[in-house]
């Protein structure tokens, strides 16, 4: 009775009528965006296409750790720069905040009020500051260290001066490759041990001291190899030469800057993940596992850390997925990475805005999803199972 | 009365203010000394950032009684041993950072605009204000009033936004990505809910999209590929095409956080609301968002609080925010080296306004869990 258009109220014939609505309409929408934008292109001579990623890119890169950049490499190599000082820079930033955020974390519930209460003020000075003048803070403090003619010294073979750090670099000789390999191998086999450890233990309730053979392991058996092969590594130091320092290993400013902002901002939050993790656990838990004699260590590490990490790891994925997108702030100071090189000075150069910024989001989309599915393989991994 | 229900005092070291000390701080051994370590620090801490902040900074004048305008009058710099900070620099600068280049005759413009926007929040902050119903109007028109105040029109003469500046611009930004967000957050949240296949997919691939990808790449997104998408003869300002791209950034992270809350919702509201026969639109506006963004309201403020610290980003594509005009005025060598000083005023600006904000998001959610705590008796 309600209206005369008795198809409209049917909501199958409803759903996809509307359906076919959007559609047409975003289809619309694209064909207008293209059609202008293909219109403009032409206007302004610039030619769509890939070609441009074979051009020399005619500007250098002043950090790149990894690969060797000349000025007469292509931009398909600023790219490959770009990418692997962008994962540089996050995977160590996740690292130290994640160590920092933990030890922050736990100290924020120590019983010792001054204490907690300095790691509050840490928290709330660092998550209520923009990141962006973090990075730019700590910038300007490093450039304004001593020049390098007055670098500081430590322990005689660090060098920080206001152009990095410089510190000896490694030079692997021929027989190092086994020591590697045998890191490798002891890696995996106490991982094995460990396996067999618990099993046993759930079986017969034998333990093994998993701990004291897989440091033996992993630390002793290369360290003897590494002796028996007659070190097959030495250090070449950087020397003072002229206006700079020569050889050995450069840290410039721009990631020691990026490194410190990125890892100190996103500990403050972590820190507060943890505090929120382990105060989760309930208070039954603990008094549980004193009363059955359990040492206050073994408490930490095995009632409460693994409770508390179901509720940690969720957001603690975001928070890597976060420092991996703000790393892309590393052009405020220069830092050569995926916006900065290929995004910014690349972009610039050749004029090619839609396809550096398609690559430069597809990157970053790629690497926020390979983050968030390996996450969420360990994060099923500890969960609750149910028996 | 007699002597076996004599009320005995608690001993004397475990109450007051010797029995906190002894439970908070001296523990035992350990705690103690940590303690002590830690007092040992701030004494050594304290009074050098006290003496450097306040003590022997310059402030207007330095210390031989000069009125200080460039950087070389600073104390400090005039002798190295006598000066602390030379907050002078934002006492020269403080028009700058606070309105940009907006023209000193029409500044009267932004202070009324600033003191409408206290207005206007006010109502929004706190719910039992009264006459809360015509306040609620206002904050409604605001947005209206504000763009022909700051911008011009209708009597007022026009003010290009390349002289907007400072805390103006970062004002500007935040709470407009925050007030645009919000219901396209809403539209999008209720998309990707949706049973409609095709609406639900488009809505949660554009919400992914833009999660996955940083804010920067948006906002070069808005400066240098929006001019070429959209036809000829329309040039979009600069600000507005940041404002364009701040604001997708946010309402994908505000969707987020409102299907968080739309999921909280028990189904048995949805059929309630069927079976009295609404539609859709009536179901959600009547009966489901208003309980949904009910509790959504303190994450929405910690999402409005990332993007307030994230437009600082701006300066990266060319907009001059608060931080970008302290760069700025740290580039003029009548200011130069005086980094720490601009740096400490900026973070302390930002900081006082999201400090607030987080403190203002964790009363809402203490007042929250006792209104659910009451709503379930």
């Known amino acids: ?201 759930d079986k017969t309730g034998q333990q093994f001291p998993v701990f004291s053979s897989s440091i033996g392991l992993i630390f002793i058996v290369p360290l003897i190899l590494f002796f028996i092969l007659g070190s097959p590594l030495s250090f070449e130091h950087p020397e003072l030469k002229g206006f700079n320092f020569k050889g050995g290993l450069v840290i ?37 596992s004193a009363a059955i004699g359990l040492k206050q260590t073994w408490i930490m590490r095995l009632i409460i850390i693994p409770q508390a990490l179901r509720v940690i790891v969720p957001p603690l994925t975001s928070q890597y997925l976060n420092l991996t997108k703000n790393s892309s702030l590393g052009i405020a100071v220069g830092y050569a990475d995926l916006v900065h090189g290929f995004g ?27 983050i968030s599915f390996f996450m969420n393989i360990y994060n099923r991994s500890i969960q609750f199972k149910e028996k | 009365m007699n002597e076996m229900n004599e009320v005995r005092k608690p001993p004397v070291a475990t109450t007051g203010i010797i029995g906190w000390l002894r439970i908070n701080l001296f523990f035992n051994w350990t705690n103690s000394l940590i303690t002590l370590f830690v007092i040992y620090c701030l004494y050594q801490f304290i009074p050098w950032i006290l003496d450097w902040t306040i003590f022997s900074a310059d402030f207007k004048y330095n210390y031989l009684g000069e009125q200080i305008t460039n950087q070389e009058m600073c104390s400090r710099n005039l002798d190295p041993e006598n000066g602390g900070a030379c907050w002078a620099v934002i006492y020269v600068r403080f028009y700058q950072f606070i309105y940009g280049f907006y023209p000193r005759v029409e500044v009267w413009r932004v202070n009324l605009a600033y003191v409408m926007l206290a207005f206007a929040l006010l109502p929004l902050l706190y719910a039992k204000l009264p006459y809360r119903k015509y306040f609620l109007y206002f904050t409604y028109i605001f947005p209206v009033i504000a763009y022909f105040l700051l911008n011009g029109g209708l009597g007022f003469t026009e003010v290009s936004t390349n002289k907007w500046g400072g805390l103006l611009v970062t004002l500007v930004l935040g709470c407009t990505g925050i007030a645009l967000a919000f219901p396209i957050g809403i539209m999008l949240a209720l998309g990707r809910r949706s049973k409609l296949p095709v609406i639900s997919m488009m809505c949660t691939l554009f919400i992914e999209f833009i999660r996955g990808v940083p804010l920067i790449t948006l906002l070069f997104f808005g400066m240098v590929m929006l ?90 594509v060319g907009i001059l925010d608060l931080l970008g005009i302290g760069r700025g005025t740290l580039a003029d060598t009548n200011w130069l080296g005086l980094s720490y000083e601009i740096y400490f005023f900026v973070s302390l600006v930002f900081f006082i306004f999201t400090f607030g904000m987080s403190r203002y998001s964790l009363y809402l959610e203490k007042k929250l869990k006792t209104g659910i705590n009451m709503g379930a008796d």
């Not at chain 1, 990026?258 to 989760?280: D, H, N, P, Q």
């Not at chain 1, 398609?358 to 990157?363: K, L, Q």
Request: overall charge positive; some cysteine.
């Open chain 1, 1 to 201: 009775m309600r209206s005369n258009l008795g198809f409209f109220s049917d909501e199958k014939f409803r759903s996809i009528f509307f359906q076919t609505l959007v559609v047409g309409l975003f289809a619309l929408g694209l064909f207008f965006v293209i059609s202008t934008t293909s219109y403009n292109l032409e206007k302004r001579n610039i030619a769509t296409g890939w070609s441009f990623l074979q051009n020399p890119a005619g500007f250098d890169i002043s950090f790149s750790p990894f690969l060797e950049f000349k000025s007469t490499d292509t931009h398909l190599k600023v790219y490959f720069v770009g990418v692997l000082n962008t994962l540089l820079v996050s995977i160590t930033g996740c690292i130290a905040a994640t160590i920092l955020g933990f030890i922050l974390g736990i100290v924020r519930l120590s019983s010792n009020w001054l204490l907690s209460r300095l790691v509050y003020i840490y928290v709330e000075f660092s998550r209520n500051v923009p990141l962006l003048l973090q990075i730019i803070l700590w910038y300007s403090i490093l450039i304004q260290l001593p020049r390098v003619k007055q670098s500081l010294q430590v322990l005689d073979v660090f060098y920080i001066s206001n152009r990095g750090l410089y510190s000896p670099r490694p030079i692997f000789e021929s027989g190092f490759s086994y020591v590697l390999i045998a890191i490798v191998l002891a890696l995996i086999s106490s991982f094995l041990i460990n396996r067999w450890a618990k099993k046993r233990q």
């Open chain 1, 252 to 288: 410039r400013p721009e990631f020691i800057a990026m490194f410190l902002a990125l890892s100190i901002y996103t500990a403050a939050f972590i820190s507060e993940i943890v505090r929120a993790g382990i105060m989760s656990v309930s208070k039954g838990q603990r008094e549980a």
């Open chain 1, 344 to 370: 910014g000075i690349s972009l610039n150069q050749t004029g090619q805005a839609i396809e550096c910024m398609a690559i430069v989001m597809a990157t970053y989309l790629s690497i926020s999803l390979t």
């Open chain 2, 227 to 316: 001019p070429l998408f959209l036809p000829e003869g329309i040039d979009m300002d600069g600000l507005v095409r940041v404002l364009v791209a701040v604001t997708l950034f946010q309402s994908a992270y505000m969707a987020e956080v409102i299907r968080g809350g739309l999921q909280a919702i028990p189904p048995g509201q949805y059929e309630a609301a069927k079976s009295l026969g609404m539609s859709y639109w009536r179901m959600n506006l009547l009966i489901i968002l208003p309980q949904a963004i009910r509790i959504s309201i303190p994450p929405i403020v910690n999402t409005s609080i990332g993007l307030f610290k994230d437009t600082t980003l701006v300066i990266i």
